[in-house]
């Protein structure tokens, strides 16, 4: 029987993955494979040029920040510094006027289901992209929150990345400090993690939906810290909550608190543009991040080693 690391082996040799920049695979914990490779990068959309990708190098995670995000919510909700995913949504943000929307929770934010008009659809260089027109507002909370109702709230899921944007603007005001500050204290240093980069937006909020960088190897962390019940990190609870289907997505597979959930159950999963992904497979004992340089065009490169890794 063919191993997993010759089956990756054979893809990349094979040219099957000619946008991987890295890919790493723990189990139980541990580094049971790690591959770096090399091309054109961007930090959103900034070029960075040619880059020889190695352990250190950190890299975008795009929209799989917001799982992330959801991760860090459990822990301020753990620390009684936010409310639980019942309460409103709009009371959070009292300074807007918002009629019409009061029957808006924080867990519709949480699923996806907030029921507004947004469109992600179109290339994240284009202003009429809703995340896009988010960033170029001159307050995204605001924007977001005062999008048209278009449906009853809770019903379908319907990708938004600002309703993860209004996650991590009710942990910041929680914690009373930056997202990003909150954040490293709290998961990336009890993990060991020193390197990251978190954007910030014109309007001065970090974003949250898609401005995380970190190294792959530390991805992973993230991951594994997911799959051990959260180690006292985060309360296992919150854990159990988040990876608990909610609604169906487009494609067909469960949607937790900020995590995709595979169809039968046994996978959940950060997605970002680009081919970035976090896997965590429990019954495999496996935990595998991927980056990668397919923006705006697919998941092509690392969707072929994920086949390879976790090939039955």
Same mark, same amino acid.
């Given at each position: 029987?063919?191993?997993?690391?010759? #089956?990756?082996?054979?893809?990349?040799?094979?040219?099957?993955?000619?946008?991987?920049?890295? $890919?790493? &695979?723990?189990?139980?914990?541990?580094?049971?494979?790690?591959?770096?490779?090399?091309?054109?990068?961007?930090?959103?959309?900034?070029?960075?040029?040619?880059?020889?990708? %190695? #352990?250190?190098?950190?890299?975008?995670?795009?929209?799989?920040?917001?799982?992330?995000?959801?991760?860090?919510?459990?822990?301020?909700? %753990?620390?009684?510094?936010?409310?639980?995913?019942?309460?409103?949504?709009?009371?959070?943000?009292?300074?807007?006027?918002?009629?019409?929307?009061?029957?808006?929770?924080?867990?519709?934010?949480?699923?996806?289901? $907030?029921?507004?008009?947004?469109?992600?659809?179109?290339?994240?260089?284009?202003?009429?992209?809703?995340?896009?027109?988010?960033?170029?507002?001159?307050? +995204?909370?605001?924007?977001?929150?005062?999008?048209?109702?278009?449906?009853?709230?809770?019903?379908?899921?319907?990708?938004?990345?600002?309703?993860?944007?209004?996650?991590?603007?009710?942990?910041?005001?929680?914690?009373?400090?930056?997202?990003?500050?909150?954040?490293?204290?709290?998961?990336?240093?009890?993990?060991?993690?020193?390197?990251?980069?978190?954007?910030?937006?014109?309007?001065?909020?970090?974003?949250?939906?898609?401005?995380?960088?970190?190294?792959?190897?530390?991805?992973?962390?993230?991951?594994?810290?997911?799959?051990?019940?959260?180690?006292?990190?985060?309360?296992?609870?919150?854990?159990?909550?988040?990876? +608990?289907?909610?609604?169906?997505?487009?494609?067909?597979?469960?949607?937790?608190?900020?995590?995709? $959930?595979?169809?039968?159950? +046994?996978?959940?999963?950060?997605?970002?543009?680009?081919?970035?992904?976090?896997?965590?497979?429990?019954?495999?004992?496996? &935990?595998?991040?991927?980056?990668?340089?397919?923006?705006? #065009?697919?998941?092509?490169?690392?969707?072929?080693?994920?086949?390879?890794?976790?090939?039955?």
């Amino acid at each position: 029987m063919v191993g997993m690391t010759e #089956r990756v082996d054979a893809v990349l040799r094979a040219g099957g993955t000619p946008h991987l920049h890295g $890919l790493v &695979v723990l189990r139980d914990g541990e580094v049971v494979l790690e591959r770096y490779g090399a091309g054109p990068d961007h930090a959103l959309n900034m070029p960075l040029g040619h880059v020889e990708f %190695g #352990r250190d190098t950190l890299h975008d995670l795009r929209s799989v920040s917001k799982s992330v995000v959801g991760v860090v919510y459990g822990i301020a909700l %753990g620390e009684g510094l936010v409310p639980e995913p019942g309460a409103s949504l709009v009371r959070q943000f009292p300074e807007y006027d918002l009629p019409g929307r009061e029957h808006l929770t924080i867990e519709h934010a949480l699923t996806m289901t $907030l029921g507004l008009e947004w469109n992600e659809q179109l290339p994240y260089t284009d202003p009429a992209n809703s995340e896009i027109a988010m960033e170029l507002a001159p307050d +995204r909370h605001r924007y977001v929150l005062e999008r048209p109702v278009v449906e009853e709230a809770g019903k379908r899921w319907h990708y938004c990345g600002g309703a993860s944007a209004l996650i991590g603007e009710i942990i910041t005001r929680g914690a009373g400090r930056p997202l990003p500050e909150y954040a490293a204290a709290r998961l990336f240093e009890p993990l060991g993690i020193s390197a990251f980069e978190w954007s910030m937006g014109d309007d001065g909020a970090a974003r949250a939906a898609s401005g995380l960088r970190l190294r792959p190897i530390d991805l992973a962390a993230v991951g594994q810290l997911v799959l051990d019940g959260g180690r006292g990190i985060v309360p296992g609870e919150w854990i159990e909550e988040m990876l +608990r289907p909610r609604v169906v997505t487009d494609g067909g597979g469960g949607y937790g608190y900020q995590w995709y $959930l595979s169809r039968d159950g +046994r996978m959940a999963e950060g997605i970002g543009n680009g081919g970035q992904r976090l896997v965590v497979v429990p019954e495999k004992r496996l &935990v595998v991040a991927v980056t990668a340089g397919e923006y705006d #065009r697919g998941l092509g490169s690392s969707q072929a080693v994920l086949d390879a890794v976790l090939e039955p």
